[in-house]
């Protein structure tokens, strides 16, 4: 398995051209795919799985280890996290076969499939070669020239508020949900530093910011909201901009909310416990309350 900076998830098989199963790979794959959904429907505990192998064999949590990977900030880390943890739930995969020769017919199928499924197959050929006491791997792709699975965007320039809201609504419908995210977006509009917005290929993103009281170049983030009807409370960048008793002081201002028992201590001291809105405001007077904490705690930040 692989990731990439969008949080898209990779699955790998690799199959000698010798091998009699080599016309079996594609369904192989595809049934990694299906086993790796079932299995994690909670994508929560995927990452969480990856993490302790991570931790086990690297001495290093997983979320730092693809921060210095991808030369991550706080915000992008997020942003990645939210979009694997969306991808596994949905079971939005990147297939990839790697051989060391490609057959005709299995490159007939990965066409085949590309142009007409959500699925992206992607094969590798790599040959192989030595000279002297170097060994040479020239590794071949196919598939990516193919037409991009429908509905799947590969631009990641930075959203804007139409932009956002027509996908959220595509996404959303006319629902509860798409209700709150609107009234968040507004009341950010209005009560932010600094509305900022994401840059994710296929989740569209705003945070509300505050300047940080001890830096004029520096912004804290409050909360993230996703067109896909997600927000994540930011602990973990509070505390990395103004200390673990501001963020302490944010988590217990949101003890109200219903979803605040589900939290665990290890999103908290992360990147922040992440809920569906509707879970987290069920009604208009928590949402009331919630934006009355975020007015309340943003002047108690300017104080500190």
Do not use: C
């Not at 991570?54 to 290093?60: L, T």
């Not at 791997?137 to 990641?156: T, Y």
């Amino acid at each position: 398995m692989g990731i990439d900076k969008d949080g898209e998830l990779y699955l790998v098989e690799t199959k000698l051209y010798k091998n009699p199963d080599k016309r079996l790979v594609v369904a192989q794959v595809l049934d990694y795919g299906a086993s790796l959904w079932q299995s994690y429907a909670n994508s929560n505990n995927f990452i969480q799985k990856v993490g302790a192998i991570v931790s086990e064999k690297a001495a290093i949590s997983v979320h730092d280890k693809i921060k210095d990977f991808f030369h991550l900030d706080d915000e992008e880390l997020t942003e990645l996290l939210e979009n694997l943890e969306k991808n596994v739930h949905e079971g939005k995969f990147k297939f990839v076969v790697l051989m060391d020769k490609l057959h005709e017919r299995l490159k007939d199928l990965i066409v085949f499939i590309n142009e007409n499924s959500n699925f992206a197959i992607f094969a590798v050929e790599v040959e192989y070669y030595e000279h002297d006491d170097q060994e040479i791997l020239i590794p071949k792709l196919f598939g990516a020239e193919i037409k991009s699975p429908r509905g799947q965007h590969s631009d990641r320039s930075k959203w804007d508020e139409q932009r956002f809201l027509v996908e959220a609504q595509e996404q959303l419908g006319q629902s509860d949900t798409f209700s709150i995210l609107e009234e968040l977006l507004t009341f950010s509009k209005s009560n932010s530093d600094k509305l900022d917005w994401g840059t994710g290929a296929e989740s569209g993103s705003f945070t509300f910011k505050l300047q940080n009281p001890k830096s004029e170049s520096d912004y804290i983030s409050f909360f993230t909201v996703w067109t896909s009807g997600r927000i994540r409370f930011r602990f973990q960048n509070i505390r990395a901009r103004v200390g673990d008793g501001a963020a302490d002081m944010f988590r217990k201002k949101l003890l109200f909310l219903p979803v605040a028992k589900k939290w665990k201590q290890d999103d908290i001291k992360r990147y922040g416990p992440g809920n569906n809105l509707n879970e987290a405001f069920p009604d208009e007077k928590t949402l009331k309350s919630f934006e009355a904490a975020i007015l309340e705690f943003k002047d108690e930040v300017k104080q500190l």
